[in-house]
């Protein structure tokens, strides 16, 4: 066992079983780790009773389990919020798990942090003044640090032309000495990863190069009379070989080509050319992460690992990088994928499911929808096995009983016998009939072990407690109308009449049961228009109007930043002490409140003793929905609300919304949840929908999918299978 402990506010530590056996050239690409455990214990350090007490101390997130890749397959990692996959996937990329080799190139991308990119590198520092690179620079540099050899070049070519007799020498000592440091680094955290035979090797390495720097700092620091003329001849000749294989890196060809497919990625993820010249610092939180994503996406990398990369792109830019990542597993060498998404649509392009549950993980071959169907499947013919067994275990049962009364009575030991057997039988013989394989179960070949007497129970999976909201019923209007009308209106920001139009003549209405998907690129006009809609803006021209006894419901796209800024200001403020203070007219009472909680997924203590900014994100989303659905509205606005969600809490959100009886106004770029809430589709094939399609007041309910495009607005009439055209007409 070998153990490794991250030096932060939580700490993670990982052990697994290591093999003792020369396994000879690992392929990088793969990993085969068994007895994986992984436990995050709060606190920055702690020495060797620390780790014995680890496990009753930590958060267990994984208990013995096999974590297996196979080279070039595409994993979508599936699990619910809190079951640790953002953990596993620091430990992986970070290399904290024993078994890793430290030669494997590992890439990740982290919808929490922005700057950690390449685990390898670790996170890019905060440019000083004077180096902000462009968007650009910094993807190729991200991508191939290209900044690090071009420093080796500099410091070899000013030695190798100056006319210091010395300074190529010099300079080629400097370039080693550096790479000596970093060679020192690797071995000795890889030292502390190891134990046992492959932990002595490791040490021993650990000494070597550390003999290895000690030594060569003597030379390092020689003087130039202590050097032989020899020794300047020959260094001399070292650094000139060194400094042309460096400019072979850095050849206008290869250049060129990185550059050109920089632009390539970044153009498919929305950047203009005039975007990619703008400088990192002065982007958005988006934008920064979709430069993130690029310089993830342009490196040369063993395993890929891409935490919510759609985020924060549009549907086009959606639809791109799910092309990108399946032309990238069709390469000659491709990397070993690992996704997390809650959009079931983009995980369509995944191969396999690694599902981390119950502190372990389980491995399917095929789709999301696929895997579903095969538990469900599965549960229902164990169902059925057991229910017929326990049907005939009570009638054997019930023959064992009678056979041994008559037998008794009658003083018949040939009954009593036969009674005992089948009684011997019952005990230690019942159970599966089938074997792993399918086949009929054999005692003898399928039950190892003279200590085992008896088949395994049939075990049928239990699902876990389904997620679930539960919406309050709107209240009733006391007139008809439209809840919202927009009526030719157009919005342009302040300025000169020459300012483009943001919004070029809308017309739409909102009635009662509606359901109406907004769709279109960033910049399109989407977040202006619901702005519009919620009253936060007024328009140019044009009209809005709103029933006057219109409650609205609006879920911002920033609303869990802008809990988790409110929860950073009040550290003690909790779910239910922020609904109890919020001003309202529903007269609702604590037990009232806590009821709302309960019933969006934030029960008992959660809501009422752990702070909001301790909340995860998708918690945060539950409790901006409590905050929206307290005053019972009658229409909801939703701006992109399942970001933060795992997928079966979208596919929850989802079921609610659509047999909800008020209006739902629906921005999001997931194309699955959008189908289910406006369109009405049913399951994951996209031709069922629902049979009853009545809204509040009874009427047939009305299902638009609109598409903004430079301000306009247009009705698909064929849904999001035509924009999905529109967007790849090829």
């Known amino acids: 066992m070998t153990s490794m402990e991250a030096e932060s506010v939580s700490t993670i530590v990982c052990t697994s079983k290591q093999t003792r056996f020369n396994i000879g050239t690992p392929n990088y690409r793969e990993l085969d780790i068994e007895g994986l455990n992984i436990i995050v214990k709060s606190g920055s350090k702690s020495g060797a009773k620390g780790k014995a007490k680890a496990k009753s101390e930590g958060i267990e997130i994984l208990s013995n389990a096999k974590l297996r890749l196979k080279a070039g397959q595409r994993y979508a990692l599936i699990g619910r919020n809190g079951t640790g996959k953002s953990t596993l996937l620091k430990a992986v990329a970070e290399k904290l798990i024993p078994g890793i080799p430290e030669e494997t190139r590992i890439t990740i991308l982290q919808q929490t942090d922005v700057g950690d990119v ?8 905060a440019p000083s003044e004077g180096e902000d690179p462009a968007v650009l620079e910094e993807v190729i540099e991200s991508a191939t640090a290209k900044q690090e050899v071009q420093n080796e070049i500099d410091i070899l070519s000013e030695g190798v032309d100056g006319g210091d007799p010395f300074g190529a020498l010099r300079a080629f000592r400097k370039v080693h000495h550096g790479r000596l440091q970093k060679e020192l680094f690797l071995k000795d955290k890889d030292a502390r990863l190891r134990s046992g035979a492959r932990g002595m090797q490791a040490r021993k390495a650990l000494i070597t190069i550390e003999k290895k720097v000690a030594e060569f700092q003597s030379e390092y620091e020689q003087k130039d009379e202590d050097i032989s003329p020899e020794t300047v001849a020959k260094e001399t000749s070292e650094a000139a070989n060194m400094l042309a294989d460096l400019q072979l890196q850095v050849e206008p060809s290869k250049l060129a080509e990185t550059d050109s497919e920089a632009k390539k990625i970044l153009t498919g993820l929305g950047f203009t050319e005039s975007r990619m010249a703008q400088r990192v610092s002065s982007l958005s939180g988006g934008w920064k992460m979709r430069t993130a994503l690029a310089a993830a996406l342009l490196q040369d990398t063993d ?31 491709p990397p070993t994928l690992i996704l997390v998404s809650h959009d079931r649509d983009f995980i369509s392009l995944c191969t396999d499911l690694l599902i981390i549950k119950d502190k372990d993980l389980a491995y399917f071959h095929g789709d999301l929808p696929t895997y579903e169907a095969s538990r469900a499947e599965k549960k229902a013919y164990l169902t059925k096995m057991k229910e017929a067994q326990d049907k005939q275990k009570e009638h054997i049962q019930q023959t064992i009983q009678r056979n041994m009364r008559e037998g008794k009575a009658k003083d018949d030991q040939n009954k009593i016998r036969q009674a005992k057997s089948r009684q011997k039988k019952l005990d230690d013989r019942w159970g599966v009939e089938v074997n792993a ?3 009929r179960f054999k005692l003898n070949r399928d039950l190892v072990g003279h200590h085992l007497t008896a088949r395994a129970e049939i075990d049928i999976p239990q699902d876990e407690r389904p997620v679930s909201f539960t919406l309050p019923d709107p209240p009733e209007l006391r007139f008809p109308g439209a809840l919202i009308s927009v009526e030719k209106v157009s919005f342009r920001y302040a300025g000169t009449a020459k300012t483009p139009a943001v919004l070029k003549d809308i017309d739409i209405s909102v009635s009662m049961g509606d359901r109406i998907g907004i769709l279109g690129l960033n910049g399109s006009g989407k977040s202006t228009l619901i702005k519009l809609l919620v009253d936060e803006a ?23 930043e802008a809990l988790q800024n409110r929860g950073r200001a009040d550290p003690q403020m909790t779910a239910l002490s922020l609904l109890s203070a919020q001003e309202s007219d529903d007269g609702l009472d604590e037990g009232e409140i806590r009821s709302l909680l309960g019933s969006l997924g934030l029960p008992g203590r959660l809501a009422s003793d752990v702070p909001v900014c301790r909340l995860s994100g998708g918690q945060l989303v539950r409790l901006e929905l409590a905050r929206i659905l307290r005053r019972r509205p009658q229409c909801l606005v939703l701006d992109e609300a399942t970001t933060h969600l795992d997928y079966e809490t979208v596919a929850a959100l989802r079921e609610a919304l659509r047999g909800w009886e008020g209006a739902v106004v629906v921005v999001s770029h997931d194309r699955w949840f959008v189908r289910g809430v406006v369109e009405g589709v049913v399951g994951d094939g996209g031709e069922e929908r629902e049979e009853d399609d009545r809204g509040g007041g009874g009427d047939i309910r009305r299902r638009l999918v609109c598409r903004l495009r430079a301000g306009a607005m247009s009705v698909l009439e064929g849904g999001l299978l035509v924009l999905y055209f529109y967007c790849h007409p090829g």
């Open 118 to 125: 390449n685990a390898d590198k670790g996170p890019v520092p």
């Open 303 to 333: 395993i890929l690992i891409l935490d919510e990369p759609t985020n924060f792109l549009d549907l086009l830019g959606i639809i791109w990088l799910q092309r990108h990542l399946t032309a990238l597993a069709e390469s000659s060498d």
């Open 437 to 439: 394989k399918g086949g």
């Open 538 to 560: 007024r328009p140019s021209s044009g009209t809005v109007t709103r029933h006057p006894r219109l409650k609205l419901g609006y879920y911002a796209q920033h609303a869990v």
